[in-house]
Nanobody, 124 residues
Framework: QVQLVESGGGLVQPGGSLRLSCAVS????????MGWYRQVPGRERELVAT???????NYGDSVKGRFTFSRDNAKNTVYLQMNSLKSEDTAVYYC??????????????????WGQGTQVNVSS
């Protein structure tokens, strides 16, 4: 069973930095793309950073120039380096994966998975 486990959230002062990690475990054929989203209570989940099929990264407008997405294929892990954090970055951050898994004796299926989320609080 595939699992996505995030870590690295916490409390940081405005202007500070955090690095989030998301590790994929379980049995699967391949990872097509991964990304980060965030959500605050009462609002829709919004895109933070996500890989494209062409291998580049799309960033949400509010994080461009401050956040950096990276991926370690050997570890099946993605990271989100967050710099110059602002109070409005406070949210639960979720990892997402577009994957191909083994779903039968000789077949594969495409699935999307979410992590459990990690809380980021930016406050003085």
């Amino acid at each position: 069973q595939v699992q996505l486990v995030e870590s690295g959230g916490g409390l940081v002062q405005p202007g500070g930095s955090l690095r989030l990690s998301c590790a994929v475990s379980g049995r699967f054929s391949r990872i097509n793309a991964m990304g980060w989203y965030r959500q605050v209570p009462g609002r829709e989940r919004e895109l933070v950073a996500t890989e494209t099929s062409g291998g580049s990264t799309n960033y949400g407008d509010s994080v461009k120039g401050r956040f950096t997405f990276s991926r370690d294929n050997a570890k099946n892990t993605v990271y989100l380096q967050m710099n110059s954090l602002k109070s409005e970055d406070t949210a639960v951050y979720y990892c997402n994966a577009d994957m191909v898994i083994y779903c039968g004796s000789s077949s594969t299926c495409r699935r999307h998975y979410w992590g459990q989320g990690t809380q980021v609080n930016v406050s003085s």
